[in-house]
């Protein structure tokens, strides 16, 4: 079955680290989607990305975090300093739009970040 | 401004019995309408959407859920519960008219089944 892989599955770091987390979305899809999930935010759309181009990073903090799509197969989410606050689990979604965002989203198995 | 809520942060059903989860929501024109469920250490699984027609989607593992447009709802449900559909599901909207076809989820509910 097709499905997202998401890169490292744990990552356990120290403050003021860099941490990159990478994603590869199902072939052929043209959107995909970082988020953030937590206990007391819940799920937090950090940046969406529909033909590789950024449709909406407004939930990203601008100074730390870095997304970007090198290609179709790769989307990449950076931290840099990574900070405490920062530990979560990072998912990767993607999907196939043929029209106004009626597509369903495949999740990756996340990633769970941990900043010491 | 766009809204989701589910109202209950856990739902406990004794296996067999029926079980709704509850969502309603705040959009400007029609929205499309999603469920999802989360299995523990797993990401988001899609079970059914709404988009137009029938305002009773059925979905995966015998979910289903009904558009109700005049109470701005779209509870989930299910028959016979199971032990295994224990998890956490989430509710999720988008504008159609929204340009960034932004989606908004709710917070989530934890759903127990209890044999």
């Known amino acids: 079955d097709a499905r997202v892989t998401q890169t490292p599955r744990h990552k356990v770091t120290e403050m003021g680290q860099e941490v990159t987390m990478r994603c590869q979305p199902i072939?052929?899809?043209?959107?995909v989607f970082w988020y953030r999930q937590t206990m007391m935010q819940g799920l937090e759309l950090l940046a969406y990305?529909?033909?590789?181009?950024?449709?909406?990073d407004s939930g990203m903090p601008k100074d730390r975090f870095s997304a970007e799509m090198p290609d179709a197969t790769l989307a990449t989410l950076k931290i840099q300093p990574s900070e405490p606050r920062d530990s979560a689990v990072y998912f990767c979604a993607s999907g196939l739009a043929r029209d106004r965002g009626s597509e369903k989203l495949f999740f990756g198995s996340g990633t769970q970040l941990s900043v010491l | 401004a766009q809204s989701v809520a589910q109202p209950e942060d856990q739902v406990n059903v004794a296996e067999g019995n029926p079980l709704t989860v509850k969502c309603t929501y705040s959009v400007s024109g029609n929205p499309y309408l999603f469920w999802y469920v989360q299995y523990p250490n797993r990401g988001l699984q899609f079970l059914l959407k709404?988009?137009?027609?029938d305002n009773l989607v059925k979905g995966s593992y015998g979910f289903e859920a009904e558009f109700n447009k005049s109470q701005t709802s779209f509870h989930l449900k299910k028959p016979s519960a199971l032990v295994s559909d224990s998890a956490l599901y989430f509710c999720?909207?988008?504008?159609?008219?929204?340009?960034?076809?932004?989606?908004?989820w709710g917070a989530g509910t934890k759903l127990i089944i209890k044999p």
């Open positions: 709404y988009i137009t027609g």
């Open positions: 072939l052929g899809h043209n959107t």
């Open positions: 990305f529909r033909n590789r181009a950024p449709l909406d």
């Open positions: 999720a909207v988008r504008a159609i008219m929204d340009s960034n076809y932004q989606l908004i």
